[in-house]
């Protein structure tokens, strides 16, 4: 799978919350589409990026290698990193791969952003 | 009802500690009843590393290149170095063990886990007492209009000792040991000069100390202690 198949959305909620919607794939091939999204969603004054699984269709090894890059980034710049929308199966590799350990996994929107608050 | 993600089967299960089953005899088991960690649980910096060779002048494709390497990983590893894969083979949360060369003469027993496997890649994972916290994917995709075979680490040194191990020679032995492994696995497949190219990144410069506890579980210790010990503690 050399293609990239992730389309991504950034809504700022507040000034300091904004919200990564994933749709599609994430592989080590969606690195620009991620990337680019962290950045538009990561601006001035943001305290919580919230990656927002609910549209998750696929994701591979390189895939959860992303999203250690982006908690680098997300802790460069003192922002927390949390995550709502995954599924049983997506939770299992966050527990697996240990990322639940940095990100803080919620269940709903509202949760992610009370958390963030 | 929600439709199961098409990479389920492809991931290991579950797991909040290792158990090895199957290993062959003699290897050297220091993993048993280890925690995996990822680069998030690592001492030292963050380092990606990525490894290719260009599959040149042979027909293959992505999913046969994947297929031969997995299924003959071992014998790709330049001399003095010793995979022990699980007798099964390297399926998602097989446990293979390791006799490695490290810095100084050293040899290193640890292990891995299989994360991840599809036709295309697979992903290993280390748990704690190995040199470091991290992932090592392999990989084939097609670049520029050839097949091309990848290793990509993705890696924090585990604990000080590690850190500074890989500062004095660990990282070039590592770069040496895979860019040797890609050729191997290259000239295998019939490429008559394989030529590998090495991009290495520090993701994170910053050392998370945070973590400097792993030392408890430091490989150099832990291997020096074995080689020390009588009635070596040996799978199988």
Not at chain 1, 2 to 12: F, H, Y
Not at chain 1, 89 to 94: D, S
Not at chain 2, 13 to 33: I, Q, R
Not at chain 2, 172 to 193: C, D, I
Request: proline share 5%.
């Amino acid at each position: 799978m050399t293609e990239a198949t992730l389309s991504m959305g950034v809504r700022r909620i507040d000034e300091t919350a904004s919200v990564l919607d994933i749709q599609g794939d994430i592989t080590a091939f969606s690195e620009e589409a991620l990337m680019d999204a962290y950045t538009e969603g990561a601006g001035t004054g943001v305290k919580a990026v919230i990656l927002n699984f609910t549209g998750l269709e696929y994701m591979n090894s390189g895939g959860i290698g992303l999203l250690v890059t982006v908690l680098v980034r997300a802790n460069r710049a003192k922002q927390k990193l949390l995550a709502y929308g995954l599924t049983e199966h997506y939770r299992e590799i966050f527990e697996l791969t240990r990322l639940d350990e940095a990100i803080g996994i919620y269940a709903t929107e509202a949760d992610a952003l009370s958390a963030a608050a | 009802m929600a439709e199961t993600p098409r990479d389920t089967g492809n991931w290991a299960k579950p797991t909040s500690t290792l158990t090895v089953t199957d290993a062959p005899a003699g290897a050297p088991n220091l993993v048993e009843g280890k925690r995996l960690l990822s680069p998030v649980q690592g001492f030292g910096k963050m380092w990606q590393k990525t490894y290719k060779v260009g599959l040149d002048g042979i027909e293959t494709t992505p999913q046969a290149v994947i297929a031969e390497w997995r299924d003959n990983f071992a014998s790709f590893w330049p001399k003095g170095n010793d995979f022990y894969p699980p007798l099964t083979g390297l399926e998602p949360g097989e446990v293979a063990l390791i006799k490695a060369a490290g810095p100084g003469g050293m040899k290193f027993k640890t292990g891995v886990m299989v994360l991840y496997s599809d036709d295309e890649s697979f992903t290993l994972m280390t748990p704690e007492g190995h040199m470091f916290a991290g992932w090592i994917t392999f990989s084939a995709h097609e670049e520029a209009g050839r097949p091309v075979a990848q290793t990509q680490v993705l890696m924090r040194a585990q604990d000080p000792i590690s850190e500074m191990g890989l500062a004095m020679g660990g990282h070039r032995m590592e770069n040496r040991f895979w860019e040797q492994t890609l050729a191997n696995l290259a000239a295998h497949l019939g490429v008559e000069e394989p030529e590998v190219t090495t991009t290495v990144t520090c993701v994170d410069r910053k050392r998370q100390w945070s973590q400097a506890g792993n030392v408890r579980n430091s490989v150099a210790i832990r291997s020096t202690l074995h080689m020390l010990k009588p009635g070596k503690k040996t799978a199988g």
